[in-house]
């Protein structure tokens, strides 16, 4: 199994920071996603990357996948206390299933 | 266009009872995943299914824990006589397979199992 990494595990922040969140891995992937998760609900995608050194935007949020594809990060400005909840990113497994990472927890206070 | 239903939201069982799970996929989704995701955790793989096989069951425990996707009807999570370590929320995602979006993963809003 392919294992993707995140860094922060937990980040607090005021409204208005900016932050930018981490996906790592040792191994290459043909794409990459990322997920929000809100507290008692199912995971919903943010953004699906596919060529290494793409750069996707999202209102607030630009996120990027690695040269390699073997990364990627997601980058909040000016967060909001609506953006508080768990941040995943996801990627094929060999093609048969998908990995998660452990997630960041971002929470942003008013 | 309904998403991903999800059947029990809250499901509670005692120790030695059978928890079963459901899910129906979004229109038009012939893909099946199911992931069980622990309070504070991120989500673990357990099966991908398609209609009436299983493609990978590699993250589903071997024993008590089963999974069908009949050609007619939703997908099922099975749970054989819980033991309280099965408490979790229970997620399924669906996706097309092919065409542009094969690779997207919708998913339900999750089955919480609580075993007392």
């Known amino acids: 199994t392919q294992l993707l990494e995140q860094s922060p595990q937990f980040l607090s922040i005021q409204e208005g920071e900016n932050l930018t969140v981490y996906c790592n891995s040792s191994?290459?992937?043909?794409?990459l996603q990322w997920y929000r998760q809100e507290p008692g609900e199912g995971p919903v995608l943010l953004v699906t990357v596919v060529t290494g050194g793409e750069v996707k935007k999202l209102k607030r949020l630009t996120f990027q996948f690695g040269d390699a594809r073997k990364d990627s990060s997601l980058h909040i400005t000016a967060a909001q206390p609506g953006d508080t909840g768990l941040y995943l990113c996801a990627a094929p497994n060999y093609g048969q299933n998908f990995v998660f990472g452990p997630g960041t927890r971002l929470s942003v206070l008013p | 266009n309904a998403g991903v239903m999800q059947n029990p939201r809250h499901l509670v069982r005692r120790r030695g009872q059978e928890a079963r799970l459901r899910c129906s996929p979004m229109?038009?989704?012939?893909?099946v995943y199911w992931y069980r995701q622990l309070p504070e955790e991120g989500l673990k793989f357990m099966v991908y299914l398609q209609k009436e096989n299983i493609i990978d069951e590699s993250g589903m425990p071997k024993e008590r824990f089963s999974a069908e996707f009949p050609k007619e009807g939703p997908s099922i999570l099975r749970i054989q006589q819980v033991v309280r370590g099965d408490s979790a929320a229970y997620f399924c995602?669906?996706?097309?397979?092919?065409?542009?979006?094969?690779?997207?993963?919708?998913f339900g809003a999750g089955s919480r199992l609580t075993v007392l």
């Open positions: 995602a669906s996706s097309p397979g092919v065409g542009s979006g094969a690779n997207v993963l919708t």
């Open positions: 191994s290459v992937f043909s794409s």
């Open positions: 229109k038009g989704h012939s893909h």
